[in-house]
Nanobody, 120 residues
Framework: VQLQASGGGLVQAGGSLRLSCAATGSIGKINSMEWYRQAPGKQCELVARIISGRTTNYADSVKGRFTISTDNSKNTGYLQMNSLKLEDTAVYYC???????????????WGQGTLVTVSS
């Protein structure tokens, strides 16, 4: 199983971006997906989490602006980011707990980062 994150880029403050995290390989089920970010000189932080495609949690700093979702038919997760602020500038990483097809249990996989730069 591999995760491929995409969708980062340069956007003006107040704008929007949608990040995608596509899971490929022999996937039975996506149990959960998370988005993390790491800004220069700062620790990595959990931005959003979705469990079983329904239960969501968000960092206080992004509540009301970001929305996490998954599309199990496409084995893809998304992070819709609206009203972007300068402080949202960071490398964003996706992680997912996946049950591979025919394999018991779930395993956590990480995607590569995608850079989001918010300009004034």
């Amino acid at each position: 199983v591999q995760l491929q994150a995409s969708g980062g880029g340069l956007v003006q403050a107040g704008g929007s971006l949608r990040l995608s995290c596509a899971a490929t390989g022999s996937i039975g089920k996506i149990n959960s997906m998370e988005w993390y970010r790491q800004a220069p000189g700062k620790q990595c932080e959990l931005v959003a989490r979705i469990i079983s495609g329904r239960t969501t949690n968000y960092a206080d700093s992004v509540k009301g602006r970001f929305t996490i979702s998954t599309d199990n038919s496409k084995n893809t997760g998304y992070l819709q980011m609206n009203s972007l602020k300068l402080e949202d500038t960071a490398v964003y990483y996706c992680a997912s707990n996946v049950s591979p097809e025919g394999v018991p249990g779930g395993y956590t996989y990480w995607g590569q980062g995608t850079l989001v730069t918010v300009s004034s």
